[in-house]
């Protein structure tokens, strides 16, 4: 299985895996509409790898073959100063 990558210009570290390069039929509109206009980033073959970088190959492949396209966002931030707040047990109370 090999698959083509997009970044999207729109959506920083943003990322649409489709199954063969620039073939966005399964892809929904809706979806086309926030990513913007994709920007190719690589070929992947996905045989043979047994992860990627920040996304689970085992759903990349399962939603390539269902779906047609999957789509990699990035972590939601850390609000590192709430995170101390809990760690410590700090409370306005």
Known sequence: ??????????????YLFV?????????PDALMEMF????????????KREHLGFADIK??????????????LPPPKVNLLEQHKLEIGYSRD
């Open 1 to 14: 299985m090999i698959c083509a990558v997009y970044k999207s210009r729109r959506k920083v570290d943003s």
């Open 19 to 27: 199954e063969k390069r620039n073939e966005f039929e399964r892809v």
């Open 36 to 47: 913007g206009e994709p920007e190719l980033v690589m070929i992947l073959p996905l045989m």
């Open 59 to 72: 759903k990349v492949k399962s939603e390539l073959a269902e779906k047609g396209y999957y789509l990699q």
